[in-house]
């Protein structure tokens, strides 16, 4: 089955495994970017797996919503129709709360739970609309187990998860599900990006 699949975050760690894998069988891919080199390199990769794939870019910056705002103009005016929305750009941070400025605190909740939230908002009308559709956050495992010097992180993904299975049951009338992935441990350039106190 191929589906119109809206992905964010898309040039990194998981992002970029997802759509890599995605690509194979969908020929209509969107996704969101912040760096353009690693937009450029993915679009080759794209394309090398699937020639004929349409894909489109579209740059987003999670924490400003504005920009999440164009960006959903822009997808919209691109397609009538998006099967899956995966939401799964995100920012890491660590520290002792304590020396944690709030500016990175709200930094982090603007990226990690506003941002997937925005995005739900502006999308889940066209998905109400045709009566079926898919949603899947990306959470984390540290969102279900608290560790010492994790606390935003994981404060962020677990209100993203948990607004994820409230949601879910506001939309299955629709013929709408949404579900959350909450990985593990994975080798991704997350921890290089953090914010660290």
């Given at each position: 089955?191929?589906?119109?699949?809206?992905?964010?975050?898309?040039t990194n760690g998981i992002g970029r495994a997802a759509i890599t894998d995605l690509a194979k069988d969908h020929?209509?891919?969107i996704f969101t970017y912040r760096n353009e080199d690693l937009k450029d390199s993915l679009c080759s990769e794209l394309k090398a797996i699937r020639p004929e794939i349409k894909?489109?870019?579209i740059y987003c910056d999670f924490s400003v919503l504005d920009s999440i705002r164009e960006a959903c103009d822009i997808i919209q005016i691109s397609t009538k129709k998006i099967d899956v929305l995966i939401n799964n750009a995100g920012v890491g941070i660590t520290g002792p709360l304590e020396e944690i400025p709030e500016i990175e605190i709200e930094n982090n909740f603007k990226t990690n739970f506003f941002g997937p939230l925005n995005i739900i908002k502006k999308i889940l009308p066209s998905m109400?609309?045709?009566?079926?559709g898919l949603i899947i956050n990306i959470?984390?495992?540290?969102?279900?187990v608290g560790t010492p010097y994790r606390s935003v992180y994981s404060a962020s993904k677990a209100a993203?998860?948990?607004?994820?299975?409230?949601?879910n049951m506001e939309t299955k009338?629709?013929?709408i599900n949404v579900v959350?992935?909450?990985?593990?441990?994975f080798s991704t350039n997350i921890a290089s990006r953090r914010y660290h106190a």
């Amino acid at each position: 089955m191929s589906a119109t699949i809206v992905i964010t975050g898309a040039t990194n760690g998981i992002g970029r495994a997802a759509i890599t894998d995605l690509a194979k069988d969908h020929a209509h891919i969107i996704f969101t970017y912040r760096n353009e080199d690693l937009k450029d390199s993915l679009c080759s990769e794209l394309k090398a797996i699937r020639p004929e794939i349409k894909l489109e870019a579209i740059y987003c910056d999670f924490s400003v919503l504005d920009s999440i705002r164009e960006a959903c103009d822009i997808i919209q005016i691109s397609t009538k129709k998006i099967d899956v929305l995966i939401n799964n750009a995100g920012v890491g941070i660590t520290g002792p709360l304590e020396e944690i400025p709030e500016i990175e605190i709200e930094n982090n909740f603007k990226t990690n739970f506003f941002g997937p939230l925005n995005i739900i908002k502006k999308i889940l009308p066209s998905m109400r609309s045709k009566k079926s559709g898919l949603i899947i956050n990306i959470t984390s495992l540290a969102a279900y187990v608290g560790t010492p010097y994790r606390s935003v992180y994981s404060a962020s993904k677990a209100a993203l998860d948990l607004v994820s299975e409230t949601l879910n049951m506001e939309t299955k009338p629709f013929n709408i599900n949404v579900v959350t992935v909450a990985p593990g441990e994975f080798s991704t350039n997350i921890a290089s990006r953090r914010y660290h106190a």
